[in-house]
């Protein structure tokens, strides 16, 4: 992987993280990534009539990715009934690398060295440690958790691939960002009011700020790994993007004042351990 492409996805992984550390708005968790979808979506209408539209064969590819974005949304909501934050993201983010590992193969013929693969299964390792938090780890997770956080994990799947697909069809990493995002953002506006009805738009009213603001960091982390999955292989991008937890640990602790237990610091280090092993490999 280029040096350039790596630290660009390195730059995504810490503004994932910082928008998902804005977002401790007191809305439930669906609605608070429905609010930051629709905050991105509006961020890159304004920014359509800048760039091109996608090309034709782009379009079904689109489409699929904000419905998978849709069934994301569901089951991260729904593992958040079983669980908290310290087990489900590290489960279902920890997942989606190897997933996207296995299906790059069978869909897009990519294949990783032995190095870099041994590098990306550190990095996961690494991830799914953060799930272990003062003796409860993954083994104590009910059934219901564990399902719900591994199907988010191939819904992240599925939309990765589904847009690293759409934007090499389109040539334009950025003008399929932009339409995507757009997209995803009226498709989550549609699902809000069916679902929760349109006085649900009352209650994010007051939250529009934070919204916007994370919808734009949002957009511009996402938009940068697809820009990367042009560049390099989709398993790579996928993993290092990953690396979102450690600035999300670093986030709380430094900024939320919130503890970092030793197993926390230990997992940060076999991540870290990860990534020097897949850029040096």
């Not at 991105?40 to 699929?64: D, E, R």
């Amino acid at each position: 992987m280029p040096t350039t492409v790596f630290v660009a996805v390195i730059a995504s992984a810490a503004l994932h993280a910082g928008w998902n550390a804005l977002l401790k708005i007191g809305l439930d968790r669906f609605l608070t990534a429905s609010l930051i979808q629709i905050g991105a979506g509006g961020v890159a209408l304004v920014a359509l009539p800048l760039v091109a539209v996608p090309a034709v064969a782009a379009w079904p590819w689109i489409i699929l990715s904000a419905l998978l974005h849709i069934g994301y949304n569901v089951f991260l909501a729904r593992a958040y009934r079983y669980g908290d934050l310290g087990q489900v993201y590290p489960i279902s983010r920890g997942s989606s690398p190897l997933l996207v590992a296995g299906l790059s193969v069978l869909l897009l013929g990519e294949t990783l060295p032995a190095a870099q693969f041994l590098g990306l299964l550190i990095l996961v390792g690494g991830i799914w440690l953060m799930a272990i938090r003062g003796g409860r780890g993954p083994g104590k997770a009910n059934a219901g958790l564990l399902g719900s956080a591994l199907m988010t994990a191939l819904f992240i799947a599925g939309y990765t691939l589904a847009d690293a697909s759409g934007a090499r069809a389109s040539q334009d990493a950025l003008s399929y960002s932009m339409w995507l995002f757009a997209v995803n953002g009226l498709v989550m506006a549609v699902v809000i009011a069916s679902q929760r009805g349109p006085r649900t738009f009352l209650q994010l009213g007051p939250h529009w700020r934070g919204g916007l603001l994370g919808g734009a960091m949002s957009l511009l982390a996402y938009s940068i790994v697809i820009w990367a999955t042009t560049q390099a292989p989709v398993a790579l991008v996928s993993a290092l993007r990953e690396t979102s937890v450690v600035f999300a640990l670093l986030i709380g602790r430094l900024l939320l004042g919130e503890p970092m237990p030793p197993v926390r610091l230990i997992a940060c280090l076999v991540i870290v351990a990860g990534v020097l092993t897949m850029k040096l490999a």
